[in-house]
């Protein structure tokens, strides 16, 4: 742990103020974000842009446009800092669908110490927090120990193009803070996703005389109760300190086109959440092996495995790395605790780590919140998320 020496703390906490971050994420709210290219999409995030580049502009903090898609931009601030080595705050703009929501989405609603709407929590809460992050640190003269950048990212809830866009235009900072929702712990670790499909193939036959046919269905319901059967054990025998084991989950199934002819295709699409270390390749021998089993006791099995149609890769941040401590630093001096951790869910932050960078996730509220039918975050946690974010900026110095 890096030692806290009194000429170190600075006097940012109780500096933000919680009515001020009610109303700016309030605004944020109130601005329909979603993501265009998911079901139920919506008008996607150049609102949301435009309201923080006005936010900017009034701070006098220079900042630019980053085309992604047209009309769907990232924008990148920054506050120079005694250093180029750089340190990047990162959330995205884009929110996930608002059908099915038991609330108002975009009329935000203030109840019993939790403000409401699409977005408060994933990710518009961290969002509102950076900002003000970076206004304490403009308008108290406080420069960053390095360069400070701010990065409100689009595409997060899709493809993940916003920050992989920024990546590969060549911001060079030497560590990143993603805002998401960890109730401000610490999380240097986070699991990888692959989604991809299996498919069974079958021979289509009339109903009457199913034996003539071969049900592609039923031959999918035994390799799907065998994985559910097999890959907890072999999962177990894999445990990461931080992130515990990897996991699958079948979220959908397709076969059969009319009640009355057999089924000759079943097709099933898996969501793997995937340990530092593994990769398609393992992934897809695990599933093969546990199809070859089958296939020793009935050898016209035809099951395969298809390419990944998304991989997101996890994410383990060695413990001792500065921006870990640095930040754990930061919330013992504000909030008085802290917690480094891992996490199960993806974001940005992976797409960092990818490409060398040092990468953390951290932000106000609840994973469990994120996406949900009454989506909402505790307005008490705003204004100390957004001194722990400023407190780090001070803090970090990666030399």
């Known amino acids: 742990m890096i030692a806290i020496s009194p000429a170190d703390v600075h006097s940012l906490k109780g500096a933000a103020d919680k009515s001020e ?31 923080i580049a006005g936010y900017f502009e009034r701070l ?30 990162e959330s995205h703009t884009d929110t996930v669908s608002a059908e099915n929501m038991t609330i108002e989405p975009f009329n935000p ?26 206004k304490l640190l403009k308008q108290n003269n406080l420069r960053p120990a390095t360069d400070m950048y701010f990065v409100a990212a ?4 899709d493809n ?35 989604r991809f499909d299996m498919v069974a193939k079958g021979k289509a036959g009339h109903s009457s005389r199913p034996h003539e046919g071969r049900n592609a269905i039923v031959d999918m319901a035994n390799v799907v109760a065998a994985l559910q059967r097999e890959l907890p054990r072999r999962f177990e025998a894999n445990r990461h300190p931080l992130l515990g084991t990897a996991t699958f989950s079948v979220g959908r199934i397709q076969g059969g086109t009319l ?13 793997r959440r995937t340990l530092p270390g593994d990769d398609f390749e393992i992934v897809r021998e695990e599933m093969l092996a546990v199809v070859r ?53 993806g974001c940005d932050a992976s797409k960092f780590a990818r490409i060398g960078v040092d990468a953390i996730v951290m932000g106000p509220g609840d994973i469990q919140k994120a996406h949900s039918a009454d989506e909402f975050i505790p307005v008490d946690e705003l204004a100390p998320a957004s001194e722990v974010y400023a407190e780090l900026a001070l803090r970090y110095k990666p030399y």
């Not at 866009?165 to 030497?174: D, H, I, Q, R």
Request: hydrophobic share 40%.
């Open 21 to 51: 971050l009610v109303s700016l994420l309030s605004d944020l709210i109130a601005i329909e974000s979603v993501n265009p290219l998911i079901p139920h999409g919506g008008s996607g995030e150049a609102e949301v842009i435009r309201y």
């Open 160 to 194: 993940y193009r916003g920050v992989a866009t920024l990546l590969e235009n060549g911001l060079k900072v030497s560590a990143a803070v993603a805002g998401e929702p960890t109730g401000m712990n610490v999380g240097c670790a986070c699991k990888g996703t692959l």
């Open 109 to 134: 609603l203030l109840r019993d110490g939790r403000l409401y709407g699409r977005g408060a929590c994933d990710d518009k809460g961290s969002l509102a927090c950076m900002m003000v992050a970076v």
């Open 259 to 271: 009640v009355n002819i057999i089924p000759d295709e079943c097709r099933i699409q898996i969501d």
């Open 154 to 157: 689009i595409d997060e809830e």
């Open 293 to 345: 089993t089958l296939q020793a006791n009935d050898p016209a099995l035809n099951v395969t495995v298809e390419p990944a149609w998304v991989t997101d890769y996890p994410m383990d941040t060695p413990t001792d790395a500065t921006v870990v401590q640095t930040a754990a630093v930061a919330c013992e001096t504000i909030l008085g605790h802290s917690n480094v951790y891992g996490v199960a869910f």
């Open 60 to 89: 006098k903090v220079p900042f630019r446009l980053e085309e992604v898609f047209p009309g769907r931009n990232n924008l990148i601030a920054l506050l120079e800092g005694e250093t180029r080595h750089g340190i990047c705050f």
